[in-house]
């Protein structure tokens, strides 16, 4: 169930951009949520600390939260495509919401860095483009 | 947090569909929502014989399940009136099916609705 979470130093990345999960994975009595601690993930309920900043841990974001929080905070849209030729690639563009416009057309440019073999190469290349897009805005 | 998760109506479409994976939670009726790991509930790891609970598949593994298991991906893009979803199968360019615009959510629900139903219906 790894695969579920972006890696931790994603995790890291977006802590450093402002994300918060005001809804972490909570268990029976809130108390479980998914975190990593010096690197490794935990969700086998053991609860996390109050506060991370101290105790090395880190809410660990599933992928549609973390794309969520690119969506909602900075009106990024991200678009996974697939194409076939003699096999089948995969590759992601990204959209300002707000204005309407791609800030990367990998669809439009077509081969290059945009093929990836497999899906979730695809979402992780985006997940780190979108962080390089803000970090450097 | 329930809103990580496909809703009840969509958690047993799935269950009648086959979806049989470790999730994170699983529906025991309509409203009830049981959030855990698969390491620590067993009912959390594959379906129950009882016909009104389900497993609770996260979106994204959802999606992930009609991709891998059925060879539809889904899009979800977006105007300046709003985001509406895409159906592609077997990685053909030209989408199968094309919704409306609505809110992201609205969207991502109705994308599922559709692949359910084009499952069901043997594609």
Same mark, same amino acid.
């Given at each position: ?26 268990? =029976? @009595?809130?108390?479980?949520? #998914?975190?990593? /601690? &010096?690197?490794? %993930? ?8 109050? !506060? ?10 599933? =992928? @549609?939260?973390?794309?969520? #929080?690119?969506? /909602? &905070?900075?009106? %990024? ?8 030729? !003699? ?51 | ?123």
């Amino acid at each position: 169930m790894n695969k579920e979470f972006i890696p931790y130093e994603q995790a890291l990345a977006l802590k450093e951009l402002g994300f918060e999960s005001p809804y972490p994975i909570g268990g =029976y @009595q809130g108390g479980k949520v #998914f975190y990593y /601690e &010096k690197g490794e %993930l935990y969700y086998d309920g053991r609860p996390m600390y109050s !506060s991370d900043a101290h105790s090395g841990q880190l809410l660990a974001p599933l =992928y @549609q939260q973390a794309f969520r #929080f690119f969506r /909602e &905070k900075y009106k %990024l849209q991200q678009i996974i495509w697939s194409g076939k030729i !003699s096999t089948v690639f995969y590759g992601y563009d990204i959209l300002n919401i707000d204005e309407q416009e791609f800030i990367i057309n990998n669809s439009e440019n077509g081969g290059g860095e945009c093929d990836y073999a497999i899906y979730e190469e695809a979402e992780q290349a985006c997940l780190d483009k979108l962080i390089e897009i803000i970090k450097n805005k | 947090m329930k809103n990580e998760f496909i809703p009840y109506e969509q958690a047993l479409a799935l269950k009648e569909l086959g979806f049989d994976e470790p999730c994170f939670g699983r529906w025991i009726e309509q409203d009830e929502l049981s959030i855990s790991a698969p390491k620590d509930d067993e009912y959390c790891q594959k379906q129950h014989e009882f016909s009104w609970t389900a497993l609770a598949p996260l979106f994204q593994q959802a999606f992930r399940w009609f991709r891998e298991k059925h060879n539809l991906s889904h899009e979800i893009q977006h105007t300046h009136k709003g985001f509406y979803p895409l159906i592609y199968e077997d990685n053909i360019i030209k989408p199968k099916w094309v919704g409306e615009v609505l809110l992201y959510k609205e969207a991502e629900l109705a994308c599922l609705d559709k692949l359910i139903e084009i499952v069901k219906n043997g594609k």
